[in-house]
């Protein structure tokens, strides 16, 4: 669901039904979007 962003609609259907999201940690996105610029090149 962090690819939808809060205005999504489904975000917030979701929340209200008490969704539980996991969000992964700042360092742990900017890793894993360093990985797959690298994998592009």
Known sequence: MENLGHNCKAVHRAYAKRA?????SLEEFELQNAETLQAES
Request: proline share 20%; hydrophobic share 20%; charged share 20%.
């Open 20 to 24: 539980q999201t996991k969000i992964p």
